[in-house]
């Protein structure tokens, strides 16, 4: 009987701790879904299975920690497809955000209820093993957050500042219909300021959990881009993707990402993850924030699609998404942060939002449209072919695409290739060009804000715990994802 079960040949590991640089080519020898050895002239005979690596790069899978499975396809649908697509933009690990309320299962009520439905509808069906942030909505849930560290291994929890009086995709009405809270409560600072009080209660009475338990925010204040939409919209001098950005103006994050701070400050909360910073004022304020409560560690992401893409650029309104895709400019100002260290994980942000649901009756109404877009297809390739040629080390990409959140979100397996770490790896042609089509991608969504683009790096192979579920470029076999409590 063969003593390794799987042995890839011929590959250059990009670790997260290395020194820059391209390395040499080695092997890494898996069993039972564990890397067990990585050097060079790892012996084959010794070997159930061989993979041929080809000199390729061999990153950590991608630990993507910003996605919405089930926000607008129904949750078992969209853990098979769209974990389908992730893996082929290298991703073996997806951290899906989820909460109560309209959209993703459209139910109110306590999570001790809600998340063992959400746990039994996507188990069985992920491509990429995959884990939950959870929304605490309503008072009912910050008392349940030590339930759901503790049972579930849920350690990561979020806020989204700009429901305070705002829908997903724009006004709202009657805020506790839309969130389907209490009609006694409201989801305001004062929630927030009690969902963080919430979470370092948590830290203190589970200290074995502590260092992992955080909390993350999208920062948008409400009361300007109400303001501002109405604005845009009386002026109608601006159309499309543009005019979506000045209706939540980049001042919009800062504000947000400023009032986050403090309250983090206030609350005495160590853990916090700013999300999805969209351009240079974000940037700003979150780093000025950083120097005003060095007590506080701040974690700042950023995702491909602002990486990528700009409102002239995007293709079409398509590109709608929170916070907005901005300048040229902006996306410039996002890589020299990047190439300064300034920001620690990349994410997608992937929101399958099929053609029917993104457009409203007027597709040139960017105001109609649903925000979000899928995204995960083109996470390493994205960051790995822009990010050279703007000069981020391989091993940069590395620990932003894995390590970085795998140790901040509490997957103490993930984001290594090293012994004892799970197989999770993505093997990446640095030399490979091609065109983006949304029909390549394995997603539901029928469009990418990215159509035409040229990426000039490709993921060729994706292996979830040593099984091989990209290979030479298609999706393979059966679903092999599982729930990864975490802080264990």
């Known amino acids: 009987m063969a003593s390794i079960e799987l042995l890839i040949k011929n590959v250059r590991v990009v670790r997260p701790g290395d020194a820059d640089g391209t390395p040499p080519p080695v092997d890494i020898a898996v069993n039972d879904g564990t890397i067990v050895r990585v050097g060079p002239g790892l012996p084959e005979d010794d ?11 061999a990153f950590p899978g991608v630990v993507d920690a910003h996605q919405h499975w089930g926000i607008y396809n129904d949750l078992a649908t969209d853990t098979r497809t769209e974990s389908r697509a992730s893996v082929q933009g290298g991703v073996t690990t997806a951290l899906t955000y989820m909460r109560t309320g309209q959209y993703y299962l459209n139910k109110g009520g306590s999570y001790k209820d809600f998340f063992p439905e959400v746990l039994s509808l996507s188990e069985g069906r992920a491509y990429t093993d995959y884990a939950f942030h959870l929304a605490p909505m309503s008072a009912q849930h910050i008392g349940e957050i030590p339930y759901l560290v503790e049972e579930h291994g849920v350690t990561s929890f979020k806020i989204f500042m700009f429901y ?4 997903l995709h724009g006004r709202s009405t009657s805020q506790s219909e839309f969130l389907m809270i209490p009609e006694n409560e409201r989801y305001d600072l004062a929630h927030f300021e009690f969902v963080m009080r919430g ?4 830290r203190e009475i589970l ?5 992992h338990l955080s909390l993350s925010l999208h920062c948008e204040t409400a009361e300007i881009m109400t303001a501002y939409t109405k604005m845009v919209e009386q002026d109608g001098s601006l159309s499309g993707l543009r005019a979506y950005s000045a209706s939540r103006p980049p001042h919009s994050e800062g504000l947000a990402v400023t009032i986050a701070s403090y309250l983090a400050h206030e609350t005495g909360l160590p853990n916090i993850n700013l999300l999805h910073l969209s351009g240079e004022k974000a940037l700003s304020a979150a780093l000025t924030m950083a120097g005003a409560f060095p007590h506080v560690d701040f974690r700042r992401e950023v995702t491909i699609g602002h990486l990528l893409a700009d409102v002239d650029t995007a293709s079409g309104i398509g590109g709608k998404v929170n916070p907005p895709l901005r300048e040229r400019s902006d996306v410039d100002a996002l890589w020299r942060h990047m190439l300064a260290g300034e920001i620690d994980w990349v994410v997608s942000d992937h929101a399958c939002c099929r053609d029917e649901l993104k457009f409203g009756a007027d597709r040139g109404d960017v105001f109609l449209a649903k925000s979000g877009f899928g995204g995960a297809e083109y ?29 901040r979100y509490g997957l103490l397996r993930k984001g290594d290739i090293a012994e004892g770490f799970d197989a999770d790896i993505a093997l990446v042609d640095p030399e ?28 060729t192979d994706t292996f979830v715990r040593g099984n091989r579920v990209l290979a030479d470029g298609k999706v393979v076999g059966d679903p092999v994802g599982r729930y990864q409590p975490r802080g264990r």
């Open 432 to 459: 490979a060009a091609w065109t983006v089509r949304a029909a390549d991608s394995e997603s539901t969504q029928e469009y990418t804000p990215f159509e035409g683009f040229t990426m000039t790096a490709r993921v």
């Open 164 to 167: 305070g009086s705002y829908g």
């Open 379 to 407: 996470l390493l390739p994205g960051l790995v072919g822009e990010g050279v040629k703007r000069g981020l080390s391989l091993q940069a990409v590395a620990r932003m695409s894995s390590a970085n959140p795998a140790k």
């Open 47 to 57: 070997a159930a299975t061989v993979v041929d690596g080809r000199g390729l790069l």
């Open 199 to 202: 979470v370092q209660n948590a």
């Open 207 to 211: 200290t074995e959990y502590a260092d």
